[in-house]
């Protein structure tokens, strides 16, 4: 990467909404519940300047919260825990519908669009340091999301990521 272009990336990861030392979170968002849905996925575009680990989240409204990937096995979608989500030096790693989430499961409550959710996400730099980076994630309904993110909802919603 030029260093214009890591200044262009900087500057876009300053307008964001969380930013804590070299850890970016833009755009955080979570897919909406209905009543007795018990899991949902979180989305987010993170990057980190200096390059860390993804390792681990937590929220107050679910008891279990994994990084989640999710990848086609054959024709069937399937998705896993994974220890560690890498995120590369300066480069913006993207969760989103049908490949990483942060996934919240044995949920307290039905989470409605327009609500914001906290979520503290674990980041672990080259130093084998772990940082928390608190996130404020706003809940989107299905079928109402922005232009951009309706090709990786409609993959999503085609394969039900989300039912266990
Ligand atoms: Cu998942």
Do not use: C
């Not at 680990?53 to 929220?59: E, I, M, T």
């Not at 069937?76 to 913006?92: H, I, Q, S, W």
């Amino acid at each position: 990467m030029t260093t214009a272009k890591l200044l262009v990336a900087l500057t876009l990861a300053g307008a964001s909404l969380a930013t804590f030392a070299q850890t970016t979170v833009a755009d955080p968002w979570i897919r909406g519940t209905v009543a007795q849905q018990k899991a949902t996925g979180m989305f987010a575009k993170i990057t980190s300047t200096a390059g860390a680990k993804l390792v681990g989240a937590s929220s107050p409204v679910a008891g279990i919260v994994e990084v989640h990937e999710m990848k086609m096995e054959g024709d069937r979608m399937t998705m896993a825990a994974v220890p560690a989500l890498d995120l590369p030096a300066g480069k913006a790693v993207e969760l989103k519908p049908g490949g990483y989430h942060v996934m919240l499961m044995a949920l307290k409550q039905p989470l409605k669009a327009g609500e914001k959710v906290a979520v503290t996400l674990v980041v672990e730099g080259k130093d084998g340091k772990r940082e928390n980076v608190e996130v404020q994630a706003e809940v989107r309904a299905l079928g109402n999301q922005p232009a951009g993110m309706q090709g990786g909802m409609q993959g999503g919603m085609k394969a039900d990521p989300h039912k266990h």
